[in-house]
């Protein structure tokens, strides 16, 4: 991903925390990540983040997507002692659909990513509207969209270990490089 | 504490979460958990909170101050093979002296309670303002008070067990009894 795209990103994900009153700092607003899975298409597959916190014990984020942005399919595996990431997802602005194992929702509200259909597994649809919570257990897959407006997402979890993360799309790279312009 | 009261203050919480745009369900709005240690001085030394999630290996929750209320000082001590609650403080609205133990700032900007002064120890001052966040580790005395306009406080944590949180000030019950008005 270049350099360009990624600092243009980070504005864009800082502006929709300004829009929902969400204060950081400057030091957060330039190092917000910015994760395009190594797809080249991070406005359909991608998604923004600021790690508040991560110790060995909790971790605490916020998750920006852009209006119908998708974090693609994976789960979080065990990692020696650690039974894998759990997380809670809770809406804070915008709409986020996510779908997890489970009983395939019949008509799902969300888009799958043209040309990434078979990377797409688990249909079971819980819609979070601002105020509402999910929590994912680990190993369970799970991949998530924004509505048309995008979203503001508060992520409180277990130790994050996002390198570990096991993708159903085998060309993901969750840790792709960065080009200069 | 009056059933009243609680309610009084629940409503209060409540308006101060909406002036800074964090949604709460309903069910969360009339579970706010209103703290008065049992000092009978909510306006003083109390808080309120919301449980967002407390699991065995994570917890988040939004903490609110009224204008200068203060959470008395306190420790989290190791409970069997849990070394003890480690917790991060996010201010999200508002401002937060908080004190922990360490070098006492030479002209603190908190007011201590009036009355409480011998259960008041520790005295090195962080202060807190919207996207700023500090990160207290398990044992640590600390005790904290909002500016004058209140706060509200993201709290990112490991397991919380309020109940065995130790006091400064021997006279507070952190789970006072309820009394029907």
Redesign the interface.
Known sequence: MKRSEIVKAQARAAEMLKA??????EQ?RTSIEVACFGLNELEIQGLELIT??N?D????KELLLFPLQTCPEHLHPPIGTDPGK?E?F?C??GKVFLYVEGEATKSIQGIIPVGSEPYYTVFNEIELN????Y?IHPGIKHWFQAGADGAVV?E???TSRDEFDIFTDTRIERMPTVTED
């Open positions: 929902c009153n969400i204060e950081i700092t957060e508040y916190v110790t014990r909790y971790c605490a759990m809670t809770r804070r602005s601002p105020g509402e919570q929590t508060s409180f979890s277990s």
